[in-house]
């Protein structure tokens, strides 16, 4: 058995030790959403047993240098550490603090390449291996969808699905992970108008069914880049916060800029400077964290 597959042995051992974790595709009905939200809850509380369980192909993640079980205590595990700690703290607030579906998180960058879907997937095994957090990690970039094949998991149908059938359940769209707090929402099938589906009222209020059925859950989304395409600022102005990924040394001030310009909507915006391994005492990442308009910066070389 390797080190990777005992971490998780483990992992398994003490959150069964626990309160069961509730399946993501099961919970409380809304008498207030949408009759065809509604509907949709019927048909999920009818069919979360069926919601289908995925292997993590755990040697995928470690070509890539991803976050594993067995590295809690490397200094990655501790730089994501410090990047999750303010958008839990949000999420989860002590009083109340104002900020809308604060449990939704879009992880988005000004341009391609600049690491979103490893920081994404990263920061959701993160939280997901704190023993009492779970996790919903989505594949939003529904153009060019990459969760899968990082993960290793087999998928067909997922976000885009959900949103065009109203009726369809969440069980059948969510895939349950060998980690027992991390579920996945793949971005579903191809679609040529994947943008309007994306921008339309069905997105809406599947944030806001993620957002309040499952309030003590994060969910994270995974997104196309800001400046590539408008399917980014559409989630931005659905989600509560925003991780904006910028790659070190590479994307230029003033695309940044011109990105934080797309932003408008969102109440809380926290950077990550990425692939750097300059200042802050980090080895690659650095966390920079606002409210409003990208206030605070605090990690520029
Ligand atoms: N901090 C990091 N350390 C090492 N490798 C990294 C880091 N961040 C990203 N990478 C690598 O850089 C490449 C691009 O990262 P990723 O796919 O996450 O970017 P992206 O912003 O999601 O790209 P796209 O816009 O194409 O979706 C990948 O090979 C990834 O493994
Ligand atoms: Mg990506």
Not at 251 to 269: R, Y
Request: proline residues 4%.
């Amino acid at each position: 058995m390797s080190i990777i597959e005992k971490a998780l042995e483990k992992a398994v051992e003490q959150s069964s030790s626990k309160e069961p974790v509730q399946d993501l595709a099961s919970g409380p009905g809304d008498s207030a959403l949408p009759v065809d939200t509604a509907r949709r809850d019927v048909e999920t509380t009818k069919k979360t047993a069926e919601t289908k369980r995925v292997q993590i192909q755990w040697s995928h993640l470690e070509e890539k240098g991803m976050l594993l079980p067995d590295k809690a205590n490397s200094q990655m595990a501790e730089e994501y550490r410090i990047i999750k700690r303010p958008l839990l703290m949000n999420a989860f607030p002590e009083e109340e603090n104002g900020i809308e579906n604060a449990n939704l998180i879009l992880v988005t960058s000004s341009v391609p390449g600049e690491g979103k879907t490893f920081t994404a997937v990263n920061l959701a095994l993160s939280i997901a291996m704190e023993r009492d957090k779970t996790v919903l990690l989505v594949d939003g970039d529904v153009a060019k969808p990459s969760i899968s094949q990082l993960l290793g998991i087999e998928s067909e149908i997922g976000l885009i699905d959900l949103l065009q059938h109203s009726d369809m359940s969440f069980s059948d769209a969510l895939l349950r992970t060998d980690i027992p707090n991390l579920t996945v929402l793949p971005a579903g099938r191809q679609h040529r108008h994947s943008t309007e589906i994306l921008a339309s009222d069905a997105t809406k209020r599947l944030a806001r069914e993620l957002s309040e059925r499952y309030a003590d859950r994060i969910v994270i989304f995974d997104s196309p880049p800001l400046l590539a395409a408008a399917q980014g600022s559409v989630l931005a102005s659905l989600v509560g916060q925003v991780v904006l990924v910028i790659e070190s040394e590479i994307t230029p001030q003033h695309v940044v800029q011109e990105a934080i310009g797309k932003l408008d909507a969102c109440d809380v915006i926290g950077c990550v400077l990425n692939k750097t391994n300059k200042g802050f005492g980090f080895s690659y990442y650095g966390y920079g964290y606002g409210y409003g308009h990208y206030g605070q910066q605090y990690n520029q070389n």
